[in-house]
């Protein structure tokens, strides 16, 4: 087995909220706890998941200073720094303290809709401004253009430390390619929790998760399972969270795990405009299969 350090669980963090719109940095500690006491492999601080687009700069650097201050070294961080504005991003690398950060997540340039030698330019000026451990970020249902396999892979065999991706394409045919073709240091993760079970049964390393915010336990056993090869039993858990999981994105994200999260009392149901909490019909869906 492989011992990538991305490989396994990461957990993309919800940012948690108190009623006044300020971070709640007791429920986010409680929410660090929770999720290494129930074996992910890596937080991802500052993704997109955290709500970062609606996050100040200040607020931005509080919450990893915390994050890294509350791990206290237990498990690898990964820090979300990425956008459309390439010369910003690489502002952002000499004024923030990545000093015991393992790695960092970088999205796809979203809105201007970069050509695939754009992109490859983008992802090339980040990786020639740090020496850390770089995972693309390929979310095309968010950011409109996608990483296609081949800028992917350009990437991948040019830097050593750009060492993984995170797919969310959702494409399997993208996938196998990424996987059939990738140099030996280069790790294919999922962004798509419904699919990550079928995903590591093609060669895939793990994924970078929203549902391990609330189905930390069953999830990251699930992974485990598939990443061992026991897929009778990733299956029965696979099937066992489907619906859960679906159930999370139907309006938008976070929206459905911070309402699992409230459920479970470990923090506010509250988001900041324009993402707005979860209807009542969302809701009851939920509480059904919770």
């Not at 995972?135 to 990483?147: E, H, K, S």
């Amino acid at each position: 087995m492989s011992s990538h350090l991305f490989r396994g669980t990461g957990v993309a963090l919800i940012t948690p909220f108190k009623k006044d719109q300020s971070v709640d940095f007791a429920a986010l500690e409680m929410l660090v706890n929770h999720v290494i006491d129930n074996s992910v492999n890596y937080l991802v601080a500052l993704g997109t998941t955290a709500e970062t687009p609606t996050l100040t700069v200040q607020e931005k650097k509080e919450i990893l200073a915390f994050i890294i201050e509350k791990c206290d070294g237990r498990i690898p961080i990964v820090c979300g720094i990425g956008g459309n504005n390439t010369a910003e991003i690489l502002a952002q690398l000499k004024e923030y303290d990545l000093s015991k950060v393992a790695g960092l997540l970088s999205v796809a340039p979203y809105y201007n809709k970069p050509s695939q030698e754009g992109i490859y330019q983008h992802f090339k000026a980040i990786a020639n401004a740090t020496d850390k451990p770089i995972i693309l970020y390929n979310v095309p249902g968010r950011t409109v253009t996608n990483i296609a396999a081949a800028t992917t892979l350009r990437l991948a065999n040019e830097f050593k430390h750009i060492v993984a991706v995170k797919e969310a394409s959702g494409n399997f045919a993208q996938c196998m390619d990424l996987v059939k073709d990738k140099p030996a240091h280069f790790a294919v993760l999922s962004g798509d929790d419904d699919l990550v079970m079928p995903q590591v049964a093609i060669g895939m390393d793990g994924v970078i998760s929203v549902a391990a915010n609330c189905y930390t336990k069953d999830f990251t056993d699930m992974v485990d399972w598939a990443l061992q090869g026991d897929f009778f039993k990733a299956q029965q858990l696979h099937y066992q969270l489907l619906d859960k999981i679906r159930l999370l994105f139907v309006e938008g994200n976070p929206t459905g795990v911070k309402y699992v999260l409230s459920k479970m009392g470990m923090c506010e149901n509250i988001l900041r405009l324009p993402l707005v909490p979860a209807t009542k019909d969302l809701m009851s869906k939920m509480d059904g299969v919770v």
